[in-house]
């Protein structure tokens, strides 16, 4: 760097006094107007043409250029680094600036850039650059290279025989003789740079990712009574990447906390009501999977109480979506997380997932989820289950007025109608029917042999036969 000739990497001075060349130098390599996210230095101490100017470096000009990264004047802070050389000729001190992530840097308000060899102020056009590429270095945290993290650490078979196939049709993935990181960099689930899979790699793919996260796992408690401070019955952990245990919680919900039972609907029908809608639980599974943050060592919890289920995950709103327009607004927190559970058919990303579960609540008897959107740190939502006999009573009586007039309660007219022998025609025309055929199938024939009798039991299907009640 001292023999060859300054360029937008290297700045050479002899002066020591300077202290605004020396912030617009620094100022100007960590906008890194080129590009080239190569690192930019200051050399103090050194001529033009590369020979030691013969000065000495104290700890006093180490401390006074050190303390230009944090006096405040350049914003945001680079990054940068300050050594000193010793040589025959004489001391060099460098200043090491990396480019920064959160362009454009300013000098007391003003953006310097390097073009060429020279120093000078950008711009309108160029803070634009800038400023667009600040946008594209700003990854998400699933974005993000997971640094200790190797090819060996993802389920590659599960990659390449379940999931590629969901992303690319055959044709397309016959076609690509790319190698398997190369493929995986493509979707943004491996750094080349760094040589290693992205956290939403290890999320959804890694073969142990609770060692780089460790609250990357579902905790389940099922308590007596409607605190914490009840007995534990039950305890579960869900652990490993999201492939392999989002269909485990789907079968768990199913299977442990999902619990039905008959309630009848009429004198010959029966209706199944379940204490929570499994759709809706799973919904609010995979979004708390999602959406959590994934930083934060706590877990997902699913707490199951007497009369309510709580679910609540690290990092509350992002971006866009605030407590006055949740949840007509959405983001995401984790893109790349959202999109793989997309193609896996985890969800939909439509934006109607909070809409959906209110719904499903509804038709099953639930009341309303209840969303605490307030806090920072932490999103939670409780959701109480249905009063079975409440339900009961209801279907006794709104739903015989309703739609079920149509359905359990035809079975009883049927029956108090035939207390006289009558034709199928008859029986139809009562019922408000039309299609005499179809209404024998659908409600008709259930009935007979329990309910109802044939007048002509030998010929079914004769013109004169009726039907009498059962007495």
């Known amino acids: 760097m001292l023999k060859s000739t300054e360029s937008y990497r290297v700045e050479r001075t002899v002066s020591t006094g300077n202290m605004d060349k020396f912030c617009e130098a620094i100022c100007a390599f960590a906008n890194d107007m080129p590009g080239s996210r190569k690192k930019g230095y200051l050399i103090i101490g050194a001529n033009d043409d590369g020979t030691i100017a013969g000065m000495k470096v104290d700890d006093a000009l180490l401390k006074k250029i050190a303390s230009i990264r944090s006096d405040g004047n350049i914003l945001p802070l680079p990054t940068m680094s300050v050594e000193r050389y010793s040589f025959p000729e004489g001391d060099l001190l460098v200043a090491e600036v990396c480019p920064s992530d959160l362009p454009p840097v300013r000098y007391r308000g003003r953006v310097f850039i390097r073009i060429g060899p020279r120093r000078d102020i950008a711009t309108e056009a160029e803070e634009r650059i800038l400023s667009e590429r600040r946008c594209s270095y ?13 090819l060996e650490d993802l389920d590659i078979d599960y990659i390449k025989h379940e999931y590629l196939p969901m992303v690319f049709d055959e044709a397309t993935l016959a076609a690509d003789k790319r190698d398997i990181k190369e493929q995986l960099a493509s979707i943004h689930l491996y750094d080349r740079d760094n040589d290693c899979p992205t956290y939403a790699a290890i999320i959804l793919f890694g073969t142990n990712p609770g060692y780089y996260l460790l609250g990357d796992y579902v905790q389940f408690v099922r308590f007596t009574g409607k605190d914490k401070g009840g007995d534990i019955l039950n305890e579960r952990r869900f652990t490993g990447p999201l492939c392999k245990m989002l269909p485990t919680l789907e079968s768990f919900v199913k299977d442990a906390i999902i619990t039905q039972r008959p309630v009848p609907e009429s004198l ?12 809706a639980i799973r ?3 995979m979004n708390a999977c999602m959406h959590r943050d994934y930083q934060a060592n706590m877990p997902i919890r699913l707490y199951q109480f007497e009369d309510y289920i709580e679910i609540m995950n690290a990092g509350g709103l992002y971006g866009e979506a605030r407590p006055e327009n949740f949840p007509s607004v959405n983001d995401y927190r984790n893109p790349l997380v959202a999109e793989a559970m997309r193609v896996m058919k985890y969800v939909n990303k439509f934006n109607r997932g909070i809409t959906r579960v209110q719904e499903m609540l509804k038709d099953n008897g639930n009341p309303s989820a209840k969303f605490d ?3 920072i740190t932490a999103f939670r939502v409780n959701v109480y289950a249905s009063h079975l006999s409440d339900l009961s009573r209801g279907t ?9 007039q149509a359905s359990g309660s035809i079975e009883e007219r049927i029956v108090e109608f035939c207390k006289e022998p009558r034709s199928l025609a008859e029986i139809t025309a009562f019922c408000g029917f039309k299609d005499k055929r179809k209404f024998r199938e659908r409600y008709l024939n259930p009935l007979i042999g329990k309910y109802i009798q044939m007048t002509i039991p030998n010929k079914p299907t004769s013109r004169f036969q009726k039907y009498k009640s059962v007495q």
């Open 283 to 285: 919904e609010l599974l």
């Open 138 to 150: 700003m990854a998400s945290f699933d974005a993000t290279p997971c640094l200790n993290a190797k």
């Open 373 to 375: 959107v307030n806090t």
């Open 396 to 404: 006794s009586q709104g739903t015989s007025q309703g739609t079920s």
């Open 268 to 279: 010959f029908r029966e209706r199944t009501v379940w204490n929570y809608p499994e759709g």
